[in-house]
């Protein structure tokens, strides 16, 4: 035999004997979450559906509804082996028509997305239907008819399944005004009078329509601006004004975009935050304070808002605040602010946005600021719109490329259309990733023609970009300059000046795949700005550079300058008074056995009220204070975890200043958790040593009625100046021991967040362990 004869017989033995036993030796399952209840284009009846399924390796199941539902299921897997069902009652006596539904989740080991199939279900409900609306004439493009017909007619088409009771037109944001059905040419009417109107500016004109149901739909808005000729000559002239090769009087006119601002600094203020600073006007001289204080942390101030405008707290900025954002923005631009309107992609989750499917709903977001801006005075209207929506979450941005990058792009330019239809001339930008010019799933986008970087497309489709550069070090590979050259080198390419904003991270990335590498919280403010000294240095001569913009307010204004001894955080003017109480309505409700929700109503500040504290006993008369102390929230909402089954729980909410002040507590409110065959495990200790430049955690998982230790599977992240994300099993004495990355430095401070813990027959009743957490703090 040969030597490669015996190699070969060797070798095939190996493989026979591996083959053998393959079938004995476990092999572990893709991450997957799966949806048994019902097949794809099923029909349901109206009222409670009860959908179910299965999940295996993932956590944080939840459902997404239409694009505008997203909630969290019942998850049941009492062996502990991140494998199991969900389960979820959706109420359809509100919808009529197709809903589709999908499941998000998170892998255990990755914590990126895992999503279901699509499903789509057909529930046939006329009671719910709701009507559709649309301006039919004229249209955009349509001269309008001359002054001496009067006015020039609105044509309204409204139908449903119900009968419609009442159509209504708005002229800029203005009142409703009735439409009257006109038999013989089968429209509603309306006779907009253009006499007295600035035959210079385009108008918003948007129309609805309700049912014997109280249902009601809204058209998308028709831009249309009286032409002087047109009003004044008739007809004839305006086809000559609005013809040539050169480009139409309109696009002369309208919606060229003005030369691009600076916007260094730049900053995101997300709904949680901008709810609370247009409402209370006390606040703007603390924000002012903060964004202009360019000596405590030495760095520049901040000059560019990003307001987020979307729906919050069961209302819409701008249509239920609009005067007090017009004051908002108008102080603002009297204190040398400019200010962008925030949106994402209209729906909920923000990024379903990008699908045509939900094309409808980005656009009516992005009309509800152009329309803003036109119903406003100069001094309050917006100065740009800033627009995060984030396709890549998509489950097919890389399954089904490149789809979901061409409907993006399509939303992109579907939006640049309507800013140049409303003679709007502010600058639009996109918020995106690093690497749109970089990885595989942005790369060869077929789109308009031309095969290019996505990065590259939506550079020549927007008026800006600020990428979301998410890094904690301004050099190396992987660092915020080199991540930023390539978008950089085709804005000068392409002749865009100031167009290239560079977004860093300051939020305390909990869950994300890389916690330690993304953001800057775990390196405190003092390092930012040095890094951030670098990126300007290195960015300098570029006339695309355009600045830097910090993600986020609310995580930005408690920045510390670092962590440990002699860190420090902002502090705002000498203040003594507290907040008002949390206004209402308040409620508490049972999720299940160890979950509660908690809602509120905001509080008012003589400068600006900065977080929410929740205090529950199981005593209806309780006290506030450490003994009752549950969690601290930044917006209107809490989820407590980690209660006792059976057990009803009081709640109290206070509301507390950048000042420490505190609030007299709310009235207390109550919920009852349901039951449970679990046993409810804590965490009866945890320990820290700083050594050899990591910090080491130890605790202990026992029984919480017998201290009986436990081997429990361990999830969390180290906190402070850390980031690392561990798993692991506590051994027999229901010991969990685990080292941070190292952290070397001469002083500091670390935690530990545990965040899951799983154990078979038994559920984390975290609210119940030992708390607070400890940390490990170290000096010279």
């Not at 309008?144 to 119900?162: C, M, Q, T, V």
């Amino acid at each position: 035999m040969t030597s490669f004869s015996r190699k070969c017989g060797l070798l095939c033995l190996v493989f026979f004997l591996v083959t053998l036993l393959l079938p004995s030796l476990p092999v572990k399952a893709a991450a997957r979450v799966t949806f048994d209840s019902h097949q794809d284009e099923q029909n349901v009846s109206p009222g409670a559906l009860e959908l179910h399924g299965t999940y295996t390796d993932v956590f944080d199941v939840e459902i997404v509804v239409n694009g505008q539902l997203v909630n969290d299921v019942h998850m049941d897997d009492p062996d502990a082996d991140n494998s199991g069902t969900w389960s979820y009652s959706l109420d359809t006596s509100s919808l009529d028509g197709t809903i589709e539904i999908a499941l998000k989740s998170k892998d255990i080991g990755t914590r990126y997305g895992i999503w279901s199939p699509f499903i789509h279900l057909h529930v046939d409900n006329p009671a719910a239907n709701v009507p559709e609306v649309r301006i039919v004439s004229p249209g955009e493009t349509d001269a309008p008819l001359p002054r001496d017909k009067g006015a020039i007619p609105i044509h309204i088409s409204a139908e449903g399944k119900n009968t419609i009771t009442q159509v209504e037109l708005r002229v800029n944001g203005g009142p409703w005004e009735p439409a009257s059905y006109n038999e013989t040419e089968g429209f509603y009417k309306y006779a907009w009078e253009v006499a007295h109107l600035d035959k210079k500016q385009k108008y918003s004109l948007e129309a609805k329509a309700t049912d014997q149901n109280g249902n009601t739909g809204y058209s998308l808005t028709a831009y249309l601006a009286p032409n002087p000729q047109a009003i004044g000559q008739g007809n004839s002239s305006s086809k000559s004004e609005n013809s040539g090769d050169s480009g139409t009087v309109m696009d002369r006119v309208y919606g060229a975009t003005e030369p691009l601002p600076v916007q260094d600094r730049a900053i995101w203020i997300w709904e949680t935050a901008s709810y609370h600073l247009i409402l209370n006007p006390n606040s703007w001289d603390t924000f002012a304070g903060f964004t202009s204080d360019t000596t405590t942390f030495s760095d520049r101030p901040i000059t560019t808002l990003y307001l987020g405008v979307d729906r919050y707290n069961g209302a819409s900025m701008l249509e239920d605040y609009r005067e007090k954002v017009q004051q908002f923005v108008t102080w603002a631009h009297a204190n040398g602010y400019q200010v962008q309107a925030l949106i994402a992609g209209g729906t909920t989750p923000p990024y379903y946005g990008a699908y045509e499917r939900y094309r409808t709903q980005a656009v009516r977001e992005f009309e509800k600021v152009l329309n803003y801006n036109l119903a406003s005075e100069a001094s309050a209207q917006f100065d740009g719109i800033n627009l995060d929506t984030e396709p890549y979450i998509l489950p097919d941005f890389k399954s089904e490329k490149p789809s979901v990058q061409i409907q993006y792009l399509d939303m992109l330019a579907a939006l640049m259309e309507r800013k140049h239809a409303a003679g709007i001339t502010f600058p639009v930008g996109a918020a995106i990733p690093r690497w749109y010019d970089s990885s595989a799933d942005a790369s060869a986008i077929p789109w308009k023609g031309s095969t290019k970087w996505l990065s590259e497309h939506i550079q020549d489709t927007a008026d800006y970009i600020s990428i979301m550069n998410y890094r904690d070090q301004a050099d190396g590979s992987a660092g915020i300059i080199e991540q930023a050259l390539g978008e950089i080198a085709y804005a000068e390419s392409i002749g865009k000046p100031n167009s290239v904003i560079i977004g860093v991270e300051t939020k305390d990335i909990a869950d994300g795949g890389d916690p330690e590498t993304i953001s800057f919280h775990e390196e405190g403010r003092t390092f930012m700005e040095d890094e951030l000294n670098k990126v300007y240095a290195a960015m300098q001569e570029s006339p695309a550079f355009g600045g830097i913009a910090i993600h986020h307010y609310t995580s930005f204004i408690d920045f510390p300058s670092k962590w440990g001894p002699g860190g420090m955080k902002w502090a705002p003017p000498s203040d003594l008074e507290p907040p008002s109480i949390v206004s209402g309505p308040l409620s508490a409700t049972a999720f299940d056995h160890e979950r509660i929700d908690v809602r509120y109503g905001m509080a008012f500040d003589n400068a600006a009220v900065n977080d929410y504290r929740i205090y529950r006993s199981t005593e209806p008369d309780f006290a506030t204070g450490p003994l009752t102390y549950a969690g601290t929230a930044k917006g209107l909402s809490y989820t407590d975890k980690g209660l006792l089954a059976d057990t009803t729980y009081y709640y109290k909410i206070t509301a507390v200043d950048l000042s420490g002040n505190e609030s007299y507590p709310s009235e207390p409110i109550s919920a009852t958790t349901t039951s449970t065959p679990l046993k409810p495990m804590i965490i009866d200790e945890m320990t820290f040593e700083y050594t050899g430049g990591k910090a080491i955690v130890t605790l202990r998982v026992v029984d919480l009625e017998t201290r009986t230790p436990l081997r429990a599977e361990v999830s969390g992240r180290f906190t402070q100046m850390a980031g690392k994300y561990v798993t692991a099993k506590a051994a027999a004495d229901g010991i969990f021991q685990s080292s941070s990355e190292t952290v070397s430095a001469p002083s500091g401070e670390i935690g530990f967040q545990p965040r899951r813990m799983m154990a078979p027959g038994y559920y984390w009743a975290s609210s119940y362990d030992t708390l607070p957490y400890t940390t490990v703090i170290w000096e010279p």
